[in-house]
């Protein structure tokens, strides 16, 4: 409460000089329409389909200790709460955002009537604070005696909180792209202090003989790229985007590969050690999915809400934090094939080699309805000019499953290379 | 970077149908003056006066052992780094926000030219975000084994910078009081979980034949004390403001008292781990320090930055997390004497007792250019009605005088009762 006026964002106009009658709050409110109401069956589908694998995989597939599984329960139960909390508190903020002149225009619907409405931005910090509250909470369920347990944890949480933060700064006041690159990398140093684990590689068996080792310290060259891990993870799924529904089922499809990937660690291995950092994993993991889910069925075609840069960084920080201290960064990095690919394909433009246009986005035909590729270096783009002009939901729909194939295939991969490879 | 055209916030308007000429970055940048520069005089004299002491206690009044001297200073380079770019950063975030229409109108100004400026508004989220950059990269310079150290240091973090996300949250979306309330109780559960101090309280020695104990064990009341401190101390540093310099100013009356508090309590003992707890709070109070007065040099009479809810909250949960983890937390309420004073009197206008405006300030006489108490139950209001009509300025430093006062009274109190009370 400090000695000033509040500015209202709708009342104030760039001339000082001819005040406008003021707004009230309520007249405000009336202008904004509400958003439309979530799309409940596409979730429902989603987590019918993805719970009844994951919880065969739990109860029945694999032998896991009553501790551990109650945790996962206890978790997956606050998880459940945090999707209905973050659905019911979407339209209340987009109210507030709206109100504060925090919207965008659908770029990839100009033209129609849908590409004049203004869509409120920036719904990222719902997730992200209905995240961080789960995740504090969950605090005093999880009976940890072990207080490296801790370390990890609220260093985890400092990470993800700081990248939230900066996501949002960033939203509201459009920070330059400079220092958006610097800030992941400072965000991410508190998990990099916290992480206890190997610097070592596994040569894989056939090299063995030629690099005379079968374990390769890489000290802090292993931190360094842990570090510039989370900055791409932060950053590639900022860049792969430009789609309703994208960035959240991205990031959907990707944190359910995780936590299947998990459960058969947890199963498979004997090691308490080894089963803890991908319970760890597990903890942080169902509540992004939950409060992303949430997200997505406002955010699925066509967007009632956008997400902005807190989510696609909030989103990106957590998978790093869980693909760090949970000890499988390399096969994270194997479900992020699309946005590696994207990230390749970005590379031109982003080093500033080719010429980077503000938005990179499909060309749309408001007569035909679809999307056509541009020659802009991104997996949208590319994937455009080989499948010819599609639809934006279909379009969407094609890239996820695309990710999902990317995720079986990280799966098929360790299948096979397991003895060969470690 | 997502499917949408970013509404710019100077050129949005109520009504869609009448589209204004788009204002270029350029012209917007241009019709927002620059801030005055800042006041480097009452800074240098402010730190001259405290360095001078607190430098004397450090290196000459109390023997302290090298490494603990060693990492202090190299917290105190850091901080004085960070007080640079702080000051650096203001005037860039000042163009940042005000683009986004975060600014407020000095009411205390009224009725003069200076009553009309623009002033940007929440500049404590430059603060914030140093701070927690400071913070991050001094783990790196502790070399203390002790992984104690870290849990306590990542809950830290992960409650502060959570209290700052919420803080500039509610600045940019004017969040309703109730949820206000109820978040930094959640934010300061990681702390509470990461508190491995005593939960027992000593007995006054001519009580203990009453009670018929020396230490009482509190439990999870101790707790419960530890979690309301956190939310009086975010709080009670909101609610002690409406003038210039008043909100930064009390905070570096507060900490200048923490940090020779800290110096002393390690100086006159010999456990080292008494020694840990006071170091650990000096670690993160001298960033605090450099980053508010690089603030109050732009936030001093006449403001020229506003310091928004996001610096109040991250001023009082930072301090509260110093108390709590530093195991003072009874001496930090000492310290907060005028802020315990002020929620008394405010107290039937917060309940809802008494009608409560949305301003509680002082009533402003522009002819004169003196404030005049009201019957708002707060301590610049309390201090008026006593006192006499001031100008903004020399109450700002009466109250922080006041303040000032009340630390001294604390050590007073802290060296007559040593032998009594403990």
Chains 1, 2 share one sequence.
């Not at 991410?188 to 206890?196: I, S, T």
């Not at 944190?255 to 597990?282: C, R, T, V, W």
């Not at 696609?312 to 590696?340: D, R």
């Amino acid at each position: 409460m400090a000695a000033r006026k509040r500015a209202s964002a709708t009342t104030a106009t760039p001339t000082e000089t001819k005040p406008n009658p003021p707004l009230t709050q309520e007249t405000t409110t009336q202008t904004d329409p509400p958003i439309s109401p979530p799309k409940k069956g596409l979730i429902f589908k989603l987590c019918l389909f993805f719970s009844i694998s994951y919880f065969y995989l739990l109860f029945q597939r694999y032998k896991i200790e009553q501790d551990l599984k109650r945790s996962i329960l206890i978790n997956a139960a606050l998880s459940v709460a945090g999707f209905f909390l973050t659905q019911r508190m979407i339209p209340v903020a987009s109210r507030y955002v709206l109100k504060r002149n925090l919207f965008g225009f659908d770029i990839n619907k100009k033209g129609t009537p849908q590409g004049t409405v203004k869509v409120p931005e920036s719904l990222g910090i719902v997730v992200g604070i209905v995240f961080l509250v789960l995740a504090i909470l969950f605090q005093y369920f999880n009976f940890t005696a072990d207080s490296n347990w801790l370390v990890e944890y609220n260093a985890a949480l400092a990470s993800i909180c700081f990248m939230i933060l900066l996501g949002f700064v960033d939203d509201v006041l459009d920070v330059p792209w400079r220092v958006k690159l610097l800030l992941p990398s400072i965000a991410a140093l508190p998990l990099l202090m916290a992480y206890a684990g190997h610097t070592t590689i596994i040569i894989p068996k056939p090299l063995v003989s030629f690099v005379g080792l079968e374990v390769l310290d890489l000290g802090c060259v292993y931190k360094l790229y842990m570090g510039l891990l989370a900055v791409f993870c932060t950053n590639s799924i900022n860049i792969h985007a430009g789609l309703n529904g994208l960035e959240v089922g991205q990031t959907v499809v990707i944190a359910s590969a995780i936590l299947i990937h998990n459960i058969m660690q947890i199963g498979a291995s004997s090691d308490p050690e080894y089963k803890q950092a991908h319970a760890f994993s597990i903890y942080l993991v169902q509540p992004l999915l939950a409060t992303s889910l949430a997200l997505l069925s406002y955010n699925w075609y066509p967007s009632s809400v956008f997400v902005g840069d807190t989510y696609t960084y909030f989103a990106g920080m957590t998978m790093a934090v869980v693909g760090i201290l949970g000890h499988y960064s390399e096969t994270l990095l194997i479900f992020f094939l699309p946005q590696v690919l994207n990230f390749l394909l970005s590379l031109p433009q982003l080093s500033g080699y080719v010429k980077c246009p503000r938005h990179r986005l499909p060309r749309f035909n408001p007569e035909t309805g679809l999307l056509t590729g541009t020659h802009d270096g991104t997996l949208v783009n590319f994937y455009l000019r080989i499948v010819g002009p599609k639809s934006e939901k279909s379009l969407c729909l094609h890239l996820l499953f695309v990710q999902a194939l990317g995720c079986c295939f990280c799966f098929m991969l360790r299948y096979f290379l397991a003895g060969w490879y470690k």
